[in-house]
């Protein structure tokens, strides 16, 4: 290997590369896919302005061109443009198009933090020479997602968290911001301190009457200084200022457990009660899991006797997030420990050692099948202990 080369190769492990990729007024994006009519007009969703209460969830470039911005009252919104065109929102839209987003992503990210509906972190670290010089490389991403889905999107790229978000805020919308490595404090400088993600009304204006308007301000004065005045959140602040942040995503596997247990009111000696509480704490768990996309495999049950001896029991088994599965296993887990004749003060149950839930699996299992297991379990535990012992949808 020559010298460049190995110069190239030592420097690119060191430089993190982490991508912010936000959906440029994503509600209002959904909105356009479903009702095509809503194209090139302003366009605002969130509250009725009929009832005047309620805020802007988001609105069109169009719309902000009147002054309006998310956040605003609605009613406000309407003073200033009463012509934009009102939507409630698609919610199980919103949610269907975040979800084919990441997949999208998922082909070529090694790494993804999704930060919200609209909002993923990439860690990109290393792969110049898979996709070639990056900045090229997130236009084409930029390009796929919408030739795919007809949604717009802004990347911004850097060596850590905050100033990847700060910059694909930076050329909103459509735009591609690459913050190069060292010149962090440049590009900072000049913008207004409320562009840092964190900073609301209330340190804002605490910021102006102390005369720190720009990021440069807050980088240009000591450390010491400004965390005196600003307190533990102002190191922070200064930090960032400065161009530090996080450089790594926060990953399922940081998430160390998911976890719900129930204190009885009396304390109970009815193993069926106990077992079906177990059931109804199953459903909270696996329904978070799912949330997350994820999949556990370690599952632990907490049985407290009334005399408050504790007893926890956990168990390993295949990467899964079905909740007849993770029943199953913990139910039995409950009636071994369960062998003393106390009453039972609280049962507990918790999911560890988390993986993604892999796309691909994903589309071998549509929703209807996931459903079906579920209900199929819930038809179980009824036989059992009687149809009132489970409530379909309240878990
Ligand atoms: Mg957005």
Redesign the pocket.
């Known amino acids: 290997m020559n010298h460049p080369e190995l110069c190239r190769r030592v420097t690119e492990k060191l430089m993190r590369t982490i991508f912010h990729l936000?959906?440029?007024?994503?509600f209002v994006s959904v909105e356009r896919i479903v009702d095509p009519s809503l194209n090139e007009k302003p366009v605002v969703v969130g509250a009725d302005p009929k009832y005047g209460r309620g805020v802007v969830a988001a609105c069109s470039y169009e719309a902000r061109d009147y002054g309006l911005h998310s956040g605003m009252p609605i009613k406000q919104a309407y003073r200033l443009c009463p012509n934009a065109i009102y939507v409630h929102g698609s919610h199980g839209e919103y949610g269907r198009f975040s979800k084919a987003v990441k997949y999208i992503l998922s082909k070529y990210a090694p790494q993804i933090e999704q930060a919200s509906i609209?909002?993923f972190y990439m860690d990109f670290t290393g792969c110049t020479h898979i996709y070639g010089p990056l900045f090229m490389f997130a236009s084409k991403l930029q390009k796929e997602i919408w030739n795919t889905l007809k949604l717009p999107c802004s990347i911004g790229i850097a060596r850590n968290k905050t100033i990847a978000k700060i910059a694909s805020d930076f050329m909103k919308p459509r735009g591609v911001t690459y913050v190069l490595p060292e010149m962090e404090k440049e590009f900072l400088a000049p913008m207004p301190a409320e562009s840092m993600p964190g900073i609301g009304k209330e340190t804002l204006k605490h910021l102006h009457h102390k005369g720190f308007y720009t990021l440069g301000d807050i980088a240009g004065v000591k450390e010491d200084y400004f965390s005196a005045a600003f307190g533990k959140y102002g190191t922070d602040m200064w930090r960032k200022a400065n161009g530090q942040g996080s450089e790594y995503l926060s990953l399922p596997a940081d998430q160390k457990s998911i976890s719900h247990e129930r204190t009885f009111h009396q304390d109970e000696m009815n193993k069926c009660y106990v077992e079906s509480i177990l059931f109804k704490l199953t459903g909270k768990v696996c329904q978070t899991l799912r949330n997350n996309d994820w999949q556990a495999s370690t599952i632990t049950i907490k049985l407290r006797y009334s005399d408050f001896v504790t007893i926890t029991r956990s168990k390993t088994i295949k990467q899964t997030d079905d909740d007849r599965v993770i029943f199953r296993t913990a139910s039995e887990m409950l009636r071994k420990a369960y062998n003393r004749r106390v009453a039972v003060r609280l049962v507990g149950l918790s999911l560890t050692k988390f993986s993604p839930f892999s796309e691909q699996q994903k589309l071998f299992e549509s929703a209807e099948e996931r459903r079906e297991k579920m209900l199929s379990a819930v038809s179980v535990i009824r036989s059992k202990f009687g149809f009132d012992s489970i409530k379909v949808g309240s878990f």
């Open positions: 936000d959906l440029d007024a994503f609209d909002e």
